[in-house]
């Protein structure tokens, strides 16, 4: 899905005109579907992220793979999409939406287990 969002022709969004406008419409759809992104891929991992020890290792490892997903996401749709153009602003409003969806994530975590404290 992120895949297809990205790659759709840029004249189906706002156009970033400086830097002042860079927190544009369409820097939100990047927070948003990175943030979904990261939040799920933890989710996909809350097993073992309620394991200690291997906390640190999983967030490391979804962060990894977001960041990298994301500067993919920018080259090609600097060199392979039509009508796209890769920019930097995207890329962090997408580096900024994978940290977005670990804070919501751990938020999300926490709550859960103090209303679990709170039941036992």
């Not at 804070?103 to 039941?119: A, C, D, G, M």
Request: proline share 2%; hydrophobic share 50%; glycine share 8%.
């Amino acid at each position: 899905m992120i895949l297809l969002l990205t790659g759709l022709p840029g004249d189906y969004f706002p156009k970033v005109v400086s830097f002042w406008d860079w927190l544009s419409p369409d820097k939100l759809v990047h927070f948003f579907i990175f943030g979904v992104f990261t939040f799920l891929l933890l989710w996909g991992y809350r097993a073992q992220y309620l394991q200690e020890s291997k906390r640190f290792v999983i967030v490391r490892n979804v962060l990894i793979i977001g960041f990298f997903y994301s500067g993919l996401t920018e080259f090609l749709q600097a060199y392979v999409f039509v009508g796209r153009h890769g920019n930097l602003f995207d890329m962090l409003a997408n580096v900024i939406g994978c940290l977005i969806g670990v804070v919501l994530f751990r938020l999300l975590i926490r709550k859960n287990k103090r209303e679990n404290k709170s039941l036992t």
